[in-house]
């Protein structure tokens, strides 16, 4: 039997905060927990009694109109940061259950609602075709802007990130290695160095990369690329995407792209997929469920 029935949620917000503090938890996992009661709080507070709101009379409906609110929200609409809200709360009231602060707990016999990530976007054979000849176009215009051009094939043939493209310098790009022209991928932090990778580019993108060099003088610690992803990705919407009739293309598309590409192949091992893409075992085995989705005839990773 509850203890204090008149306890209040801003009063035991209070307590929540000091037993969190006490508890042996990352500061991140702290302030979610935190973070999320005070959100269902703020909910609460439209009603009457708000913060004031005895946490005996809090029901299993306060707690699910305050998820159908959050699908609703454009701030935390996505199922992830639902479902996270929702064990938030159920922590918060097993919590004060168990400290014998309510005598019900009203999380407890709310189900999780089962979702699927939603599956990236990727271009297919087709788009990627009328992107490479849209940005080819652009390259050789007038003012020679070849670096968008460039991004793309080198995203398309090796799937790194935008951060790891924009980082790499002349000197990573080796166009004349005998085992075959590559790119090195550098990470400096030590515990980032199972990323670091070699990554073969084919002719095509070589051809490209050497006219960029030359065409910006890239001298061996130059970066390759002398501008922002923003602006790269800006040009990638407002001039290449309409002229190759894409609704929008970004990093990550060609990243995708090229990881979907692959995966059909069938030329590598899981293993050898997880250390192309530099991923962490949490990391590959998250992209492997949706490559698995993307390309499954009847999903949306079917050849368009």
Known sequence: MARETGLTLEDALLRYEQHLARRPLSDNSRKAFL?????????????????????????????????AEQARSRVAASPKSIERRLT??????RWLHETGQIAFDPADGIA???????????LSDAEVSA???????????GRLEMRPLTAILLVLDTGIKKGECLNLLASDVALDDPDGANIH?????????????RLPIGDECVQVVRAHMERYECGPQ?????????????IFNRRIAPQAGVPALTFEMLRWTCAVRDFRSGRWSSEQLQARYGLSAVGW????????????????????
Do not use: W
Request: with cysteine; net charge positive.
């Open 222 to 234: 130059d970066k390759l690329f002398d501008c922002t992803g923003r602006n790269l990705e800006y």
């Open 35 to 67: 973070g999320d009661a005070r959100i269902f709080s703020r909910y609460l507070c439209s009603g009457e009694q708000g913060g004031n709101l005895p946490v005996a009379r809090i029901t299993a409906g306060h707690i699910k109109g305050f998820l």
């Open 112 to 122: 999780y609602r089962p979702f699927v990530d939603p599956l990236p976007d990727h």
């Open 88 to 93: 938030s709360l159920k922590v918060f009231f």
């Open 131 to 141: 992107v490479v000849q849209a940005a080819r176009a652009l390259a050789q215009s």
């Open 285 to 304: 085995a998250e992209m492997l469920a949706k490559l698995e989705r993307l390309t499954r005839p009847g999903e949306s990773g079917e050849e368009k």
């Open 185 to 197: 991928v550098r990470y400096e932090k030590r515990r980032l160095q199972f990323k670091d990778r």
